[in-house]
């Protein structure tokens, strides 16, 4: 059964960075793009970007250019959410989330559970 | 950049038909896929494509896209169904999502 395990939660002060990270199991990882989004406590889901778990490459959301970095590790089927210059804005709960395609579009199938932030001085 | 909006609630009797709108520009132009989130949970999609139900989810959950809106309806609501619903299309590489509906069933 698809699985996407998520590290555990996190503190950080603000300036610090943060990584989270996303092992994928079930299927062939390199096969799907993999996203990740986040939610803010108490609002909605917000979108920072996704990786070509093959290719490397990457698109990022607008509001998060620059300060986010999606990696992966193919051999161990691992992606990677590093943000920094963290501020309290940045406190939510990170989500990774397993992208399918099928004619005509692609969804977001399979979600982790999410990696709990706490950016506080 | 490309937007789409949602009303942040929606109120529905047990039993009832809920309606939850997504509105974009021309949004009937592109995919649209709608995603349940309940307190606590990491969320589920219950349409794709517009229209598609993915296995599992129950038959009462459909969804439409026309001109400048997409609307997800859920017939015959249960308590179960009280969630928050999110609206997701693309703008190019890049995902959309809607600000979310707080569906309540009362």
């Known amino acids: 059964q698809v699985q996407l395990v998520q590290s555990g939660p996190e503190v950080r002060k603000p300036g610090a960075s943060l990584k989270v990270s996303c092992k994928a199991s079930?299927?062939?990882?390199?096969?799907?793009?993999t996203h990740w989004l986040r939610q803010a406590p108490g609002q909605g889901l917000q979108w920072m970007g996704r990786?070509?778990?093959?290719?490397?490459?990457?698109t990022y959301g607008q509001r998060f250019q620059g300060r986010v970095t999606i990696t992966r590790d193919t051999s161990i089927g691992t992606a990677y959410m590093e943000l920094s210059g963290l501020t309290s804005d940045d406190t939510a709960v990170y989500y990774c989330a397993r992208q399918v395609c099928t004619v005509g579009t692609c969804y977001l199938d399979y979600w982790g559970l999410g990696t709990l932030v706490t950016v506080s001085s | 950049s490309y937007e789409v909006t949602q009303p942040p609630s929606v109120s529905v009797s047990p039993g009832q038909t809920a309606t939850i709108s997504c509105s974009g520009d021309q949004l009937g132009y592109k995919a649209v896929s709608w995603y349940q989130q309940k307190p606590g949970q990491s969320p589920v999609v219950v349409i794709y494509m517009d229209t598609k139900r993915p296995s599992g989810i129950p038959e009462r959950f459909s969804g439409s896209n026309s001109g400048d809106t997409a609307t997800l309806t859920i017939t015959g609501t249960q308590a179960m169904d009280e969630a928050d619903y999110y609206c997701q299309t693309w703008d190019s590489s890049t995902v959309v999502l809607g600000g979310g509906t707080k569906l309540t069933v009362l």
């Open positions: 079930g299927y062939t990882f390199s096969d799907h793009y």
């Open positions: 990786i070509d778990s093959y290719g490397g490459g990457t």
